[in-house]
């Protein structure tokens, strides 16, 4: 069975020496009070609910499933995870960063961001039940009127009921536009919602009291496409004035989905046959405000990849230590026995030094990105929110799908470690592999990402996003560009940089002969973003480990040893995405469909 340690010590290194949080939270009203003494006690705690209360639930959620009652059309999770619910409630880590105005504990988003990738580490398939609730509240805290905000967010806050996203339908997944779900006005002011809805995670579930579904559907007068469709709360229980739970509303799950993995999470087919909805929003305005959803779901599911890289690394490292297999090449290491450890041969090295870069440099990148989010919500000044909120726009993406592609990198390596043991279910490490294929297809394949990122967030707005994240990584080469020590990270930096902006110029002018250019560079273009913005970090990274070094803590020389494998090894794989980018259409389109 595999194990798990939350790695603190990496994420205080992070927080308070790369991106001194202490100092960043002084400067936002919202957070001035949030010291480094509290940041701390909460990982604390954060790790041991993770550690110690999900992870054992993971191997034999994922080998029991969940079960569906068909008569009643009631679903029940795996064991143990119910009671595991009760104590995540009963902590208040579901109110962790919620406004405190709905019984929130007001923290930003930054601890949230590390308690979810513990989570993730210990447990992605019960995570995801607790994990799409904060997205359904966060698009209601954003969207909602005055009295949906009174009955669903004090009880999304407390974790007493939960909230899932109910997009796509069979015949439609990414377009939305053609979706058939219809919403019929009532005299009393709600709506009655017919259609069925597919691959709804968390869709159904016995962990809590009620469930709070986001349904897009389409008004009687909508117009086509993705400009007529709205967006409506349809609850599983109907709530009574008070506040508590009445009837049971027309909307039930009627199969769930046999996947390769996240067995632990219910998939659900859901239907609606006259379910009651209210409408979020302005009518046919739906996709505004399901996009605070889609997009906080989309930097969770970075999140749950950056938690399997961490967990995967951490029972290779383990095995390798352990595992004897052949001799060195270069002669025995460990001569007192039979064999020497696998770790002592250079490529198993390669592996696991591959999935810590990635994990190292992702978690640096995704709590960066959470305090760009807690300074766009809480800084009182206007030009730093707007700033924030387009590194956010920019980074998503990539958070998205650059992690997970890394992801499904990393756990393949891992498994690979343990040989034969790693295609064993009792190791656990091919669990992680199953895991984090999911991640890369869902809340938008990575290729809509990749289209995202180069279509709109970059070319759409002639490269201003883009060029005020160079200017971070341009004032660090500066900065540094004269501290000898620093040069073997600097100009490789430098290099990737100007490499990508070379490149963005030249599928612009491409773009603009025939869009379709976009699409044949996107996915190559948006793994060299994603290498520059690890570049950036793991350069940040190294010049706090040089500086301190000297303290004799073996922890900064393993994170200038992993940051030196990183430019080494893995930066280099830019050439190649480079040229396979500038290639072009023409390769992809030449070939007659009747041939293939």
């Not at 007529?228 to 909307?251: C, H, M, Q, Y």
């Not at 958070?399 to 279910?425: E, P, Y």
């Amino acid at each position: 069975m595999p194990s798990y340690t939350p790695p603190l010590r990496d994420m205080q290194f992070v927080l308070h020496e790369l991106l001194n949080i202490s100092e960043e939270f002084k400067m936002l009203p919202a957070h001035k009070d949030v010291d480094a003494d509290t940041i701390n006690a909460v990982l604390e705690e954060a790790g041991k609910f993770a550690s110690q209360v999900i992870a054992p639930l993971n191997l034999s959620g994922d080998i029991e499933g969940c079960t569906l009652d068909k008569t009643t059309h009631e679903v029940k999770a795996p064991a143990g995870f119910k009671e595991a619910y009760a104590k995540y409630v009963e902590g208040g880590w579901a109110a962790l960063s919620c406004d405190p105005e709905y019984g929130g504990q007001g923290l930003p988003i930054t601890l949230n961001q590390c308690l979810y990738e513990m989570m993730n580490s210990a447990n992605q398939a019960w995570t995801m039940y607790p994990g799409l609730s904060h997205g359904a509240y966060e698009a209601l805290h954003a969207h909602g009127t005055p009295e949906q905000k009174s009955t669903y967010l004090p009880k999304l806050t407390s974790g007493e009921w939960t909230g899932t996203m109910c997009l796509t339908e069979p015949h439609c997944g990414t377009d939305l536009g053609m979706l058939r779900s219809k919403a019929e006005p009532q005299a009393d002011g709600t709506y009655k919602i017919t259609g069925q809805k597919i691959f709804i995670s968390a869709g159904e579930h016995d962990l809590a009291a009620n469930i709070v579904h986001l349904v897009l559907a389409r008004l009687p007068d909508a117009p086509a496409g993705s400009k007529g469709i709205s967006l409506f709360i349809v609850p599983k229980f109907l709530p009574k004035a008070d506040g508590s739970i009445g009837e049971r509303n027309t909307i039930f799950c009627s199969a769930l989905e046999h996947k390769m993995g996240i067995h632990g999470n219910a998939t659900a087919q859901i239907m609606l046959d006259g379910a009651v909805g209210t409408l979020v929003g302005q009518p046919n305005k739906g996709l505004n405000a399901m996009f605070v959803m889609m997009n906080a779901a989309r930097l969770g599911v970075g999140n749950q990849s950056l938690g399997l890289t961490e967990v995967a690394y951490q029972n290779a490292v383990a095995y390798a230590k352990d595992r004897l297999q052949m001799r060195a090449l270069s002669g025995p290491k460990a001569p007192d026995k039979p064999a020497d450890p696998i770790i002592v041969h250079p490529d198993v090295r390669k592996m696991l030094l591959t999935a810590r870069a990635y994990a190292e440099a992702g978690r640096a990148m995704a709590i960066w990105t959470a305090l760009q989010i807690d300074k766009e919500l809480s800084s009182d000044d206007e030009d730093e929110r707007k700033e924030c909120a387009d590194h956010v726009a920019l980074i998503t993406p990539i958070i998205k799908a650059f992690l997970t592609d890394n992801a499904w990198i990393a756990t393949s390596h891992c498994m690979q470690v343990f040989g034969g043991h790693g295609f064993i279910r009792e190791w656990g490490m091919e669990q992680f592999v199953r895991d984090s294929r999911i991640n890369m297809i869902y809340e938008g394949t990575n290729t809509i990402q990749s289209l995202d990122l180069l279509g709109r967030k970059i070319l759409g707005d002639n490269g201003a996003k883009l060029k005020k994240f160079g200017k971070l990584v341009q004032e660090f080469v500066e900065a540094e560009g004269t501290n000898e020590a620093m040069q073997e990270f600097i100009n490789p930096l430098a290099d990737i940089g100007d490499k990508l902006t070379k490149l963005t110029t030249e599928l612009g002018m491409k773009a603009f002969g025939n869009a379709d250019e976009v699409g044949a560079a996107a996915v190559d273009y948006l793994r060299i973003a994603g290498h520059l913005v690890f570049a950036y970090f793991w350069a940040r990274m190294a010049k706090v480990a040089l500086e301190k070094q000297g303290s004799g803590d073996p922890f900064y020389k393993a994170k200038l040893a992993t940051a030196r494998f990183y430019f080494a090894k893995l930066l280099p794989e830019t050439a190649g995405l480079i040229r396979s980018a500038r290639a072009g259409l023409a390769p992809l389109m030449e070939m007659e469909e009747a041939h293939f």
